[in-house]
């Protein structure tokens, strides 16, 4: 069984650039969930794919955005990046729609200067 | 909306000692979760909780679950220099579609 990917590991960007981040989901999970962690702060809802359609949105503003494919990885794409933006950036899988126990991938930082 | 709040928030004891974190939550839920992880590091599972009154062990460390109380505890117990590590709870509202993590509590256990 394999589990929770994500790439790239680490990622350096310049405020104003845009970024995509990747997560294949564990081996017959068809939901991902992605978080934000800023440094000494606990994980922050962004958003959960459920089936490719967007299954429920925390308190991120639109240049957050994210797809899911027919394979069930995801994307993360953040437009318009701010300084605020450095993160670990989790991504989670687990199954069915509605919330469960979720697996999650090593993560990518991500620093904006 | 739903608020996970951890007590303490650092935690710095002795090995052999014995310690319990605290994680209240502020709504329903019936499902809640406690995570490790280490610095620069993802999140690793240690327990989940799925009714009100569990309790589960592993090795050294003990979690319940008070679901009329809202509250859950992990417990420590003769603590060793490798349980040092940042722990969280994860408050999983029932009808939503996200985790809601608390604070955290970061645990440094001295030799």
């Known amino acids: 069984e394999t589990g929770v990917t994500q790439s790239p590991t680490h990622l350096i960007k310049t405020r104003g650039q845009q970024v995509t981040l990747r997560c294949s989901s564990q081996?017959?999970?068809?939901?991902v969930s992605w978080y934000q962690q800023a440094l000494g702060q606990g994980p922050q809802f962004i958003f959960q794919?459920?089936?490719?359609?967007?299954?429920g949105r925390g308190n991120f503003p639109p240049r957050f955005s994210g797809l899911q494919f027919p394979n069930y990885s995801s994307e993360l794409n953040v437009n318009a990046l701010e300084l605020d933006d450095s993160a670990l950036y989790l991504c989670?899988?687990?199954?069915?729609?509605?919330?469960?126990?979720?697996?999650f991938g090593p993560g990518t930082r991500l620093t904006v200067t | 909306e739903l608020k996970v709040e951890q007590n303490p928030l650092f935690l710095s004891m002795q090995e052999g000692k014995n310690y319990t974190i605290y994680c209240n939550y502020s709504?329903?839920?019936?499902?809640l979760y406690w995570y490790r992880q280490d610095p620069g590091k993802s999140l690793e599972s240690l327990f989940v909780?799925?009714?009100?009154?569990a309790v589960k062990q592993e090795g050294r460390l003990m979690a319940s679950l008070d679901t009329k109380a809202r509250l859950s505890t992990l417990h420590i117990t003769a603590a060793v220099h490798d349980l040092s590590a940042t722990y969280f709870c994860?408050?999983?509202?029932?009808?939503?579609?996200?985790?809601?993590f608390g604070t955290g509590t970061r645990l440094k256990v001295l030799a």
């Open positions: 081996s017959g999970h068809n939901t």
């Open positions: 989670a899988s687990s199954l069915g729609g509605a919330v469960g126990e979720q697996y």
């Open positions: 909780l799925l009714s009100n009154g």
């Open positions: 709504t329903t839920s019936d499902r």
């Open positions: 794919y459920y089936r490719e359609e967007e299954n």
């Open positions: 994860a408050v999983d509202a029932s009808g939503t579609y996200k985790y809601i």
